[in-house]
């Protein structure tokens, strides 16, 4: 009796062995004929820097929103002219005459001369020595003195003579600047400036007067 039932038993077993066996064979060639699954990335967010319309790496053509052109502004800014400058009488101080004859007998020019006309609102700003050399500097032009030929300064460019009404000058171009050259009685005088015309110098030129 009991072989019989221990028979039945193991059937019994086997039977739901290879019930379990079964279902597992068929769930892993389920699970084998899927691919596997890729994770898909998270989603990159993305920043735009403040004030910025367009995306990194997008240039936007000058002119379009998001974009200023430095200088755009319909037209392009004009620096202001200067007014023209207007010649007439010069004035000199009771003191600036005094300093003047001082300085020019340092500097062993017996007889200086001043411009009686110039740039209207032109005065002297400097006056300066060497050996046997006056030099008055205005705010507009420079005045050179001395008893001795005033040799230019640099390689000398150009020379043109030119006719004044108190004598003959002669414009020499040295190291790119031009310089009126006169000579009135024993005292050479140049001239020049940056500011002014030849034609304006040359007035200057003309109104010299001597004060000794």
């Known amino acids: ?61 000058p002119g379009q929103p998001g974009q200023t052109t430095p200088g755009q502004g319909g037209e392009a800014a004009k620096p202001p002219a200067e007014a023209p400058i207007k010649m007439g009488q010069l004035q000199y101080s009771e003191l600036e005459r005094t ?21 209207s609102d032109d005065k002297i700003d400097q006056m300066g020595t060497s050996a046997k050399l006056l030099t008055l500097k205005y705010y507009k032009m420079t005045i050179m003195e001395s008893p001795e030929e005033i040799k230019p300064s640099g390689k000398v460019e150009s020379k043109q003579e030119v006719k004044l009404s108190n004598g ?29 015309s030849q034609a304006d110098l040359q007035t200057v030129a003309e109104s010299l007067a001597n004060l000794k």
């Open 99 to 119: 300093t003047v004859a001082t300085t020019a007998k340092t500097a062993s020019v017996p007889t200086y001369y001043l411009p009686e006309r110039g740039a």
């Open 168 to 196: 003959t000058g002669q414009w020499i171009t040295a190291g790119g600047q031009a310089t009126l050259h006169l000579k009135l009685d024993k005292t050479y005088i140049a001239l020049s400036s940056d500011k002014l």
């Open 1 to 61: 009796m009991k072989t019989k039932k221990h028979a039945h038993w193991m059937r019994t077993a086997a039977l739901l062995s290879a019930l379990i066996l079964t279902v597992t064979l068929t769930a892993c060639k389920k699970e084998a004929a899927q691919p596997p699954k890729t994770p898909e990335p998270a989603p990159t967010e993305q920043t735009t820097p403040p004030g910025q319309t367009t995306p990194p790496g997008q240039t936007t053509p």
